[in-house]
């Protein structure tokens, strides 16, 4: 059973224009979101995160917003850049665990 | 660069063979995790472990074994590989002292012929 859920497997976007990448959980222990880009032959690295006490994260071009009653998050990259061309993969984790469970990626592709 | 190095970074093995990726770290910390990534499934815990000799299962560990003698090292074992165990295999390690981030190694592609 897939706990952590992203619908969209690829998104493609202007440079420029605002990309919104999407992650839907359903275990509603998780208290922590993390968000990784992946490029190809290169391991994730991570991007930014968001505890289950706030409602949103900023750092730089990109936000991460948290709906804990709608148990969704979603990656906000404001301009878009043809660099962030990636897949991006959302991931949860729950105190006191040790694992971090992530969702099965979206494509995004910037367009110059 | 947290200091993470998988080896081999590339393997061919032929089915039934058993089969060690190696991941060592630089880095102290506690928690070492092995993923798998395919396409469709994202990435996968298959095991994980939480000190020297400690190791839990998780997401997808059947036909796997995973060894921890050192806190720098974290060995999975493929015991007979299978076509279905082809896949990229990244090794992550984090501290979690508070809430932290996962950092991962490069990746090992393993091909099972």
């Known amino acids: 059973d897939q706990q952590v859920k992203q619908n969209s497997p690829s998104l493609s976007v202007q440079e420029g224009r605002i990309s919104i990448l999407n992650c839907d959980y359903t275990n509603s222990m998780f208290d922590y979101f993390l968000w990784y880009k992946k490029y190809p032959a290169e391991g994730p690295t991570f991007l930014i995160s968001i505890s289950s006490i706030k409602d949103k994260n900023e750092d730089g071009r990109f936000t991460v917003f948290l709906n804990k009653s709608a148990k969704h998050l979603s990656l906000h990259i404001v301009p878009s850049q043809p660099g962030d061309s990636a897949v991006y993969f959302c991931?949860?984790?729950?105190?006191?665990?040790?694992?971090?469970?992530f969702g099965t990626g979206t494509r995004l592709k910037v367009l110059a | 660069d947290a200091g993470i190095t998988q080896s081999p970074r590339h393997k061919v093995t032929e089915t039934g063979t058993p089969v060690t990726l190696r991941c060592h770290q630089t880095?102290?910390?506690?928690?070492m995790y092995w993923y798998r990534q395919d396409p469709g499934h994202g990435l996968r815990l298959i095991h994980y472990s939480y000190g020297v000799k400690d190791t839990d299962k998780g997401e997808v560990s059947d036909g796997y074994s995973v060894s921890r003698s050192k806190t720098e090292d974290f060995l999975l074992t493929l015991e007979s590989a299978t076509s279905s165990q082809t896949s990229v295999y990244f090794c992550a390690i984090s501290d979690r002292v508070l809430d932290t981030e996962a950092f991962f190694g490069q990746g090992t592609r393993l091909t099972v012929v």
């Open positions: 880095e102290n910390h506690r928690y």
């Open positions: 991931a949860a984790s729950e105190s006191g665990t040790y694992k971090y469970i």
